[in-house]
């Protein structure tokens, strides 16, 4: 049974950095084309994907936010990091983590629950 | 980007009825079309992927079709707990953008 979950704080202050982790069992980042990947939703609005992460540190990242974020997985762990610099409160939204089973185009097919992190002063 | 484009945005319907909605892609996408629903302080759960696929353990009165940029989310016979939020997503670039979504509520 596939099962993720994600922890981190649950409120930032502009210009802080966010650090998520993301928990997970029920699979290995060690087999060949299994990735992770962040997906937040703003209140309201649709999923935005946000970056993945595969079995072989193969790293990809939303371009407009490519240079905030960073992706980070620890096998042994079972866990991903997310890493997003200098928060906004646009950022406001819940933030899910999201298995991949095999590559390529296949779907986000087991999620985490989310977590709602809100960015206010 | 690609652009994907719901409709409706929102839908009406009783229970028992056959509902469809609509997901179309600014540009061709083959078969590369998946179909969750998120109810309400809920992560989105996948239904359908590869457009037609039903994925383990959704009821078989969810079903898909289309290829290239129009497809189609059926729901055959609507049940009480089928009342949520759908939304297609792409899979075929890297940037996996979802639709708007389509609210489908108790009329």
């Known amino acids: 049974q596939i099962t993720l979950k994600e922890s981190g704080p649950t409120l930032v202050k502009p210009t802080q950095t966010l650090t998520l982790t993301c928990f997970f069992s029920g699979f290995s980042l060690s087999t060949s084309k299994v990735g992770v990947a962040w997906i937040r939703q703003p209140p309201g609005k649709a999923p935005e994907w946000l970056a993945l992460?595969?079995?072989?540190?193969?790293?990809r990242y939303r371009p407009s936010l490519k240079s905030r974020l960073t992706i980070t997985m620890d096998t042994f762990k079972n866990k991903v990091v997310l890493t997003m610099t200098n928060m906004d409160p646009v950022d406001t939204a819940t933030y899910f983590c999201?298995?991949?089973?095999?590559?390529?185009?296949?779907?986000?097919?087991?999620w985490g629950q989310g977590m709602l992190v809100t960015v206010s002063s | 980007d690609i652009q994907m484009t719901q409709s409706p945005s929102s839908l009406s319907a009783s229970v028992g009825d056959r509902v469809t909605i609509t997901c179309r892609a600014s540009?061709?996408?083959?078969?590369?079309l998946n179909w969750y629903q998120q109810k309400p302080g809920q992560a989105p759960r996948l239904l359908i992927y590869a457009a037609s696929s039903l994925h383990s353990g959704v009821p078989s009165r969810f079903s898909g079709s289309g290829y290239g940029t129009d497809f189609i989310l059926t729901i055959s016979s609507l049940q009480p707990e089928d009342f949520a939020i759908y939304y297609c997503q792409e899979s075929y670039s890297r940037l996996v953008t979802f639709g708007q979504g389509t609210k489908l509520d108790i009329k």
């Open positions: 540009q061709d996408i083959s078969k590369h």
């Open positions: 999201a298995h991949r089973a095999s590559g390529g185009n296949s779907p986000y097919d087991y």
């Open positions: 992460i595969y079995w072989n540190d193969d790293k």
